[in-house]
């Protein structure tokens, strides 16, 4: 075998991954690190994970009272946002729940948010980007022929979080970001600083074609604002739960009338196109690889299985 095939003994990342090296076992630096973070954060008695979770629950109620929400999340119709949105009502939390359109979303996104908005009783601010705005700035990225299109979109989300947050004096954004299924993302697979303000408005600058009015800033100044001067903090609740995908799946489809729409954030039509289809031809970069590494790493899923599953083809011709 040559180096460049070369894969790891646990998970299913290969020497296509970023910034990878393999010990004398040949387990990769991915692996390890997450089970140093998994003895840190997740493989944790119960008891503590739940004292954890309690505190920072009361103290989210504690910063909220007397206010009408107490935190803000923002729903995508995905599995870890969904979930958050139920977890949030069972924990006793009043969240703002914003949901953002950018031009992008799937029918079936789009119900799944009316059903857990109306089952769950939250009041649903829908923030629309200007269209013609955000398609220009798309395209940009589209045409700069960058790894991460997904900018635009990441960068938006956490602006206006940020900014309703402050106008409603929330002090918490709760994040469906989990360690479970999603840690461990190789170098060069994604940007690392999605809010460089400078580097959008550059390719922006280059690539685009119109002046972007409506678009809120987020870089690092107003970042250092929103967290130091006003205190506005972002917490990860999935990580203090034990959050195994498949019977998460099946709970919100049970109890929230949730329906399932394929794969990893695929509640995106763009989301879907750019890792299924730009990502692998383009750039060689099978982000299954990355979904599947975690899963194997949090037991979820085997290697056996994830190696049969990464022989499919990440975008089927009939869907297009």
């Known amino acids: 075998k040559k180096m460049d095939d070369k894969i790891c003994t646990k998970c299913v990342y290969d020497s ?3 910034g990878i090296s ?12 997450y089970e140093r973070l998994a003895a840190k954060y997740i493989d944790i008695p119960k008891e503590k994970k739940l004292a954890e979770l309690n505190t920072i629950v009361a103290k989210i109620k504690r910063l909220g009272k007397g206010n009408k929400y107490d935190c803000i999340l923002g729903l995508s119709g995905g599995v870890d946002s969904s979930y958050l949105a139920y977890l949030a009502k069972d924990l006793g939390l009043r969240p703002l729940v914003v949901h953002f359109d950018n031009g992008w979303n799937s029918e079936l996104a789009v119900k799944n948010i009316e059903n857990i908005v109306n089952k769950l009783h939250y009041d649903l601010y829908t923030h ?19 790894v991460d299109i997904e900018v635009p979109t990441d960068y938006l989300i956490f602006a206006v979080l940020n900014k309703l947050a402050a106008k409603f004096k929330i002090k918490y954004i709760l994040s469906g970001y989990n360690y479970a ?6 170098k060069g697979w994604n940007i690392s600083n999605k809010f460089d303000h400078l580097n959008l408005s550059n390719i922006h600058k280059r690539f685009g074609k119109m ?15 929103y967290q130091n ?5 972002t917490t990860a609740l999935l990580n ?16 929230l ?20 289809y730009i990502l692998p031809k383009k750039f060689k970069i099978d982000k299954r690889k990355a979904h599947w590494s975690a899963l194997i790493n949090s037991g979820q899923a085997t290697r056996d299985e994830a190696l049969e599953a990464l022989k499919q083809e990440p975008y089927p011709i009939k869907d297009q």
């Open 211 to 225: 002046k972007l009015k409506n678009f809120p800033k987020f870089g690092r100044y107003q970042i250092f604002y």
């Open 22 to 33: 393999f010990d004398e076992k040949g387990v990769c630096n991915y692996c390890r690190n």
């Open 128 to 146: 629309v980007f200007n269209w013609e705005e955000f398609k220009d700035l798309q395209l940009a990225y589209l045409k700069a022929g960058v």
């Open 257 to 276: 009338g949730w329906q399932d729409y394929g794969g990893k954030h695929h509640e995106s039509i763009f989301t879907r196109f750019y890792q299924d």
């Open 181 to 186: 299924t999603e840690y461990g993302m190789p």
């Open 240 to 255: 203090h739960v034990t959050y195994i995908k498949s019977d998460v799946k099946e709970f919100i489809k049970k109890e």
């Open 16 to 18: 296509s991954a970023g």
């Open 229 to 233: 001067i006003i205190g506005i903090e």
